[in-house]
């Protein structure tokens, strides 16, 4: 079985500044784990994703998640926010590929709305 | 660049109506997906198939049935729409055993009067 939390639905940013989104994962194996952010009115898109590799992953556009076994997190950072980054983000946990199942079935977390204020 | 394309952005159906949504993916990819999204639920996967012909159920297929006849499309039915099928309708493909990052179509906006 397998779950995510994001822990927050909406954060608020200024330009220029930090942003973190906190992911929290449950899983009875070390799973993949993946983020997606969706613009308005689009589809998503892969920002990064681990999968069992290095345990600090870059992604596109400044984007970076570190997974941390013992806290069970995959938060998604950036230095420094840009106002093309106003979107929302999804966390996505799956068993990791080549394993059980043939098709790897995510579980999306409910989304954090990121807003980046001038 | 992996394409996934979906065949309508918006679509105003009515109550009882039958809705098709199609969904064509041009990378060969074995699996697709349908999902919908739903404010403060994330996505929820309705159908998925692994292959042509093949497909199972995901968490919420109740009201929903799907074909896939040819490997780059998977169409999604509503058999009889209802005005808590209002949602965003969203494709997604993956490459199968190889690789399981999946990549999403635009989306389908679908009202329901």
């Known amino acids: 079985a397998q779950s995510v939390t994001q822990l927050d639905s909406h954060v608020s940013v200024s330009e220029g500044t930090p942003v973190l989104l906190r992911c929290n994962y449950s899983?009875?194996?070390?799973?993949?784990l993946f983020w997606y952010v969706q613009h308005p009115n689009k589809g998503l898109q892969l920002l990064l994703k681990y999968t069992s590799a290095a345990t600090l992953v870059k992604g596109i556009n400044g984007f970076e998640a570190e997974f941390k076994k013992s806290e069970t997190s995959f938060h998604l950072t950036k230095p420094s926010a840009h106002m093309s980054d106003a979107a929302e983000y999804f966390c996505v946990v799956t068993p990791p590929e080549g394993t059980t199942d043939s098709w790897g079935k995510f579980q999306f977390g409910a989304g954090t709305q990121v807003v980046v204020t001038p | 660049d992996v394409k996934v394309t979906q065949s309508s952005r918006y679509l105003v159906k009515r109550t009882g109506e039958k809705v098709f949504l199609e969904c064509v993916q041009d990378?060969?990819?074995?699996?697709m997906f349908w999902y919908r999204q739903d404010p403060g639920l994330g996505l929820r996967l309705i159908y998925f198939?692994?292959?042509?012909?093949?497909?199972e159920k995901g968490d919420i297929p109740e009201g929903y049935s799907v074909s896939r006849e040819k490997k780059e499309r998977f169409s999604l039915i509503l058999e009889s729409a209802s005005t808590n099928q209002t949602s965003m309708y969203l494709c997604?493909?993956?490459?199968?055993?190889?690789?399981?990052?999946?990549?999403f179509g635009p989306g389908t906006r679908l009202l329901v009067l």
């Open positions: 997604a493909s993956s490459p199968g055993a190889s690789g399981w990052t999946q990549y």
């Open positions: 990378m060969d990819h074995e699996n």
């Open positions: 198939s692994y292959d042509v012909k093949m497909k």
């Open positions: 899983s009875s194996y070390s799973p993949s």
